[in-house]
């Protein structure tokens, strides 16, 4: 049975004209598929096949009646065959069975469809049908009931006539068990194997019958249904179904054809639909004994009812959506036959301008002059179709893109019977194609010119693509890389991890780069690994899944911020000691740690010479033979290339050092062997200077080949010899002022020991003489003149005094108006760019405006933040706070890890105080607290410090606003 949409240009047939067109045709074939399976020669008569005829009639004017709004199709009218007498409800059933499934036969072949009121009218009336016939066997069999044997002899005995009597009444009602188990039978039978859901119910609507297949609808079995009331058995359409039943019983007239949708214990929480009839079931006598349910589910034919609807609607809305085909059709020739409102719309021209034409009239002059139209004709003829893109030619001569396929039509016996030319206007399209052709070259222009690489994957992790920033990061070209594994280009262990990283995302979905944007490591064709940031996209196409990865180069960054936080690290250590020893020591150490694999310091001395004052190696392997070195300072005289440097006091970088270069800078042979065994492969030598004053070399060599960073290198170096220089200048600028101060001391306590008691003397006599009566007045006022000259002289020693303990004791504060905590919260900053690695918090709250020296500020937190990251575990924070408390400020400085001995906290901001790790880069506490205390003395303000095992070490700092 077809339900397709059909082709608006024929109309459908109606099932009732169908039946009564295919009459004879149909009642032959259900007469053959009755006499299926039945023994050969074994004669049967169809209970029907007296009345088929006349039931297919009935059928088609049922039909015509239903869809004219008549009475349901179901209900027999007047003068209708009936069945004969003593008929087989059995076979009866059967055959309205074949009879439905022959008509729906029929509707299949001719690719007909039916509607829903036509399928539920066919339901209706074979139910109603079979129904009847139960009916009417019913009756027949109370209207005949077996004979008894009345015609006794009348010869016979009263007493033999009584036991005769007895007999026969015995006989009949043996006779009418057997009539009525039969009819139970027949009933059983008819709701055993109807293809509906059929149901008895008494007038109390009590089940009385009710078969499987309804039973299984209601979701209730067959014992638990019958006697309990429509209610208990479903309750969910009770109230619907309740009215109805009722209407049955007082009307007396079926209610036919009705459709029911609900929900039931048996339909698991679906909404279900189904075609319901209700009738009344009379006696012989007409009295209405039961109520009659025959129910048919629908649910199937109306969800595909529901599905035609739909596909309907979609396709006639696709087919007014269509804006760009025409359709048009041709004779063999190629000329026009037809012609459609999209051909019209896209062409230009109205039906009656183009029929007839040949189809070459929508070629451009230049196509048509090269056979173009009759070529693409005949190749359609010849392989059934011929496609083609070009240019076409509107009415008004306009040009457009049109993509055109004509397609040869032949009937049946393969005659050439003309030509379909379907034709759409393709112009965006092209245009769209054009754009997208200068996009990907913009694209691949960029790509080409673009800083960052840029590499595309698969989903197996094969390289597709890469562009040449690509080819410049990792020194491979294009071609041996395209279609190798993404691996290639990553360090272990990476590289033997990628591939089950990449199967265990696409089966799970989770992402450790995708999508995220983080810092690796890449692999050079030349084996170096160097660090790079890399971005993961993912991109879903037709071919499958690809993945894009945009990496940079960050060698030149990383350098840079480790540089600038050696810069940090070697300004706090440098800071933390004015000794030059110390200066030195911690010089060299940091170096090795941070830059070379052995660094030599060679200063100058009073005598105008070179001394070699500190080395340092972190290699065991050469630590021996750098020490050796002590004993082998460069000579002046010999202008050596170390002496050179210091001469032009321009670094020098030796990428690759050579043995004529080892020979110039050897001393003597012992001192050439001693190099040669140490082996240096790239040097760096940078002079000392600090205020134009040359202070000596610094040496930085490397055990392995540098010459790809020297550059790099070079600038780190001159970068911690600038700052050495300075903190070796200032070490010995320290003890030229430590050595003039004892020198000012010693003036110091001249003036205040050995001037003020002569000046006390003075003072003293001359104001005795002033006392004397006998004293004249020129004298008095010679008195007087030398009293004033004695006490102007001890308040120039006092003033002297007081500027001699400033200069020796304080450090000179210059103020101005300050936001305290921005200041800090920048300075912080620049450490915290420094330390990358670390993680500092910093906090802020009140109000920070105040006047503070920025300068001797920002040396206070840069000294206490420096410490706090120094002296913690590297996985800890650093927790630096600012508040506002009254008339001024303070700063927090807070760290986690070993607190300060007990034993150094009393004397932690002296000079020269010094932990028992002081020289180690660690936990020396010298001259950096020692500053920081005497510019919060200078700024009038405190500083404390606590320090415990559970708590860490917090530094506390707190300035007033402005000056008192």
Known sequence: MSIEPQPPERSRLALADLLLARHEELVQRWLARLREGLAPGVPTRAELEDHIGDTLRELSVALRRHTAGGRSPGVRQPGGQRPRDDFDVQALVREYQVLHGCILDLVEETGEHLTLGEVRALGDFITTRIAEGV????????????????????????????QAAHAALLSWEKHARQQAEEALALLDTLLTTAPVGLAFLDRNLRYVRINQMLADINGIPLEG?????????????????????????????????????????????????????HYPVHNAAGELLLLGSSVLDITDRKRAEEAQRVSEERFRLLVEEVEDYAIIMLDPEGRVVSWNAGAERINGYEAREVLGRHVSVFYTPEDVAAGDPDRCIQVAAERGHCRAEGLRVRKDGGRFWA??????????????????????????RKQGEQALRETTQRLQAILETAVNGIITIDERGIIQNLNPATVHIFGYAPEELIGRNISILMPEPYRSEHDDYMTNYLRTGVRKVIGIGREVRGRRKDGSVFPLELAVSETRLPQGRFFTGLVRDISARKRAMEAQALFVEAGTLLSQSLDVATTLKKLASLAVSRLCDYCIVDLLGEDGQLHRLEVAT?????????????AYAPPVANHGPLIRVLERGKAQAVPLVTPEWLDSVAVNAEHRALLEEIGPKSVVVVPLVARGRKLGVICFAWLRSRATTMAADLEVAKGLSDRAAVAIDNARLYQEAQEAARVREDVVAIVSHDLRNPLNAITLSAATLLKREDVDERTAKAIRRIYAAADRASGM?????????????????????????????????????????????????GDGQGEWDEGRLAQVVTNLVGNALQHSPASTPVRVSTWSEGPGVCLEVHNEGAPIPAELLPTLF???????????????????????????????????????????????????RHRH
Request: with cysteine; hydrophobic share 35%.
């Open 403 to 428: 993509d055109a396929v004509i397609t040869a039509l032949r009937d049946e016996h393969g005659v050439l019977r003309g030509f379909s030319d379907v034709t759409r206007d393709i112009s965006k």
């Open 910 to 960: 002296e000079p020269y105080r010094q932990g028992p790790e002081a020289g180690t880069g660690r936990g020396s506490l010298g001259l950096g607290l020692f500053i920081t205390r005497q510019i919060v003395l200078g700024h009038g303000g405190t500083l404390d410090v606590r320090s415990t095992g559970d708590d860490g070490t917090t530094f506390t700092v707190r300035l007033p």
């Open 225 to 277: 249904t019958v006697g309990r009331h429509l209610r208990e058995v479903i309750p969910e359409l009770a109230a619907y179904l309740e009215p109805i039943y009722q209407r049955v019983l007082e009307t007396g007239e079926p209610e036919i054809g009705v459709e029911l949708s609900g929900i039931t214990a048996g339909t698991g929480g679906e909404v279900r639909h189904w075609l319901v009839s």
């Open 618 to 630: 972190q290699e065991q392997r050469i630590h021996q033979l750098i020490l050796q070195t002590m």
């Open 135 to 162: 009916a009417e066997s019913l009756r027949q069999h109370d209207a005949h009931p077996p004979p008894t044997r009345g015609a006794l002899s009348l010869e016979l005995t009263e007493c033999q006539q009584a």
């Open 797 to 845: 020693i006092r003033d002297l005094l007081d500027f001699t303990q400033a200069r020796v004791g304080g450090i000179p504060i210059h103020r101005r108006p300050l936001d305290f905590h921005e200041h800090v919260h920048r300075v912080v900053d620049e450490v915290q760019g420094a330390h990358p690695e670390r993680h500092i918090d910093f906090h802020a709250r």
